[in-house]
């Protein structure tokens, strides 16, 4: 039974953001349900949700099936966009080129407090009011997070203003390991795109069932990618999956923390993944839900 579309476009032509959001999984449906009533209004949004998990492809669906649609799109990573060009957007330079349209911040716990200060002055000054005197934002923003930006702002890290004014409308984005109704349709889509008519083994597609996929999404599509540039021919066996980190079985007892720090626990959680996965930076920030950017800041204060 193929998966049915939740999200539906707005005009008569077909949405190829909508047409491959996949929602088979109860949870998934909701998350469609909020991604659809978010569209139709025209509030901020504070997508939260891991790594992976496809938050900026939800803000790509709000804005493409919302008011706004017709107007332009830009997505800014705070992890990966230097600071002057953060501030140029944020500034009203180079905003005015997306009057209209939507303005995504991937990353938004990421922000310096001086950019905090910046984005939520210009959060205030893009009020505009509507004919019949409805305040109107001129360019809506939606910032995505994988940390509880909620308790970031009780514990004095991030701005408790800023917080409020991004979070009017507040959304999870799903694991996938909370959709696991949605995986063999996700494989599906992944090994579609790319390219030729690739199969599974038994084998092979049960080990992806079986792994936890602490990466979420993304870490899917890189592996079914890699399996598919080492593969001989149309057919994917079992050795040519590999994963980043071992999946942790069930039955493992979680060891006893009590009385130790946070620090600590902290400390032996990313040195414990980076041994396991060779140093690898890239896939110890997958597997603990951070940015490389912020494996590198922890290791440096580590030192």
């Given at each position: 039974?193929?998966?049915?579309?939740?999200?539906?476009?707005?005009?008569?032509?077909?949405?190829?953001?909508?047409?491959?959001?996949?929602?088979?999984?109860?949870?998934?449906?909701?998350?469609?349900?909020?991604?659809?009533?978010?569209?139709?209004?025209?509030?901020?949004?504070?997508?939260?949700?891991?790594?992976?998990?496809?938050?900026?492809?939800?803000?790509?669906?709000?804005?493409?099936?919302?008011?706004?649609?017709?107007?332009?799109?830009?997505?800014?990573?705070?992890?990966?966009?230097?600071?002057?060009?953060?501030?140029?957007?944020?500034?009203?330079?180079?905003?005015?080129?997306?009057?209209?349209?939507?303005?995504?911040?991937?990353?938004?716990?990421?922000?310096?407090?001086?950019?905090?200060?910046?984005?939520?002055?210009?959060?205030?000054?893009?009020?505009?009011?509507?004919?019949?005197?409805?305040?109107?934002?001129?360019?809506?923003?939606?910032?995505?997070t994988r940390i509880d930006l909620k308790r970031m702002a009780q514990n004095g890290?991030?701005?408790?203003?800023?917080?409020?004014?991004?979070?009017?409308?507040?959304?999870?984005?799903?694991?996938?390991?909370?959709?696991?109704?949605?995986?063999?349709?996700?494989?599906?889509?992944?090994?579609?795109?790319?390219?030729?008519?690739?199969?599974?083994?038994?084998?092979?597609?049960?080990?992806?069932?079986?792994?936890?996929?602490?990466?979420?999404?993304?870490?899917?599509?890189?592996?079914?990618?890699?399996?598919?540039?080492?593969?001989?021919?149309?057919?994917?066996?079992?050795?040519?999956?590999?994963?980043?980190?071992?999946?942790?079985?069930?039955q493992t007892e979680r060891p006893n923390l009590a009385g130790y720090t946070m620090?600590?626990?902290?400390?032996?959680?990313?040195?414990?993944?980076?041994?396991?996965?060779?140093?690898?930076?890239?896939?110890?920030?997958?597997?603990?839900?951070?940015?490389?950017?912020?494996?590198?800041?922890?290791?440096?204060?580590?030192?």
């Amino acid at each position: 039974m193929k998966a049915t579309n939740v999200l539906l476009p707005k005009k008569n032509s077909p949405s190829p953001i909508a047409s491959q959001f996949v929602a088979r999984a109860p949870v998934m449906r909701e998350h469609a349900r909020k991604l659809e009533r978010a569209a139709a209004l025209d509030a901020n949004v504070l997508i939260s949700g891991p790594t992976g998990s496809g938050k900026t492809t939800a803000a790509g669906l709000i804005h493409e099936l919302g008011t706004r649609s017709d107007h332009r799109f830009v997505s800014l990573n705070v992890a990966e966009t230097p600071t002057a060009e953060m501030e140029a957007w944020l500034s009203g330079s180079r905003s005015s080129a997306i009057a209209g349209g939507t303005m995504v911040i991937e990353n938004v716990d990421e922000l310096s407090p001086e950019l905090q200060r910046q984005l939520l002055c210009f959060l205030q000054s893009r009020v505009l009011l509507s004919a019949d005197g409805v305040p109107k934002l001129d360019v809506r923003v939606v910032a995505t997070t994988r940390i509880d930006l909620k308790r970031m702002a009780q514990n004095g890290r991030f701005r408790e203003d800023l917080y409020y004014r991004l979070s009017v409308l507040r959304i999870e984005a799903p694991s996938v390991a909370e959709r696991r109704e949605d995986l063999s349709e996700l494989i599906d889509r992944f090994l579609h795109r790319c390219g030729g008519n690739l199969r599974l083994t038994a084998e092979a597609l049960t080990a992806l069932h079986e792994y936890s996929w602490p990466g979420n999404l993304r870490e899917l599509k890189n592996v079914l990618e890699r399996a598919h540039a080492f593969s001989r021919s149309d057919i994917i066996g079992v050795e040519l999956i590999e994963f980043p980190v071992q999946a942790v079985s069930k039955q493992t007892e979680r060891p006893n923390l009590a009385g130790y720090t946070m620090e600590q626990i902290e400390r032996w959680a990313l040195l414990d993944t980076l041994e396991q996965v060779g140093g690898n930076k890239a896939a110890a920030s997958r597997a603990l839900g951070l940015c490389e950017k912020t494996i590198y800041n922890k290791l440096k204060r580590m030192r």
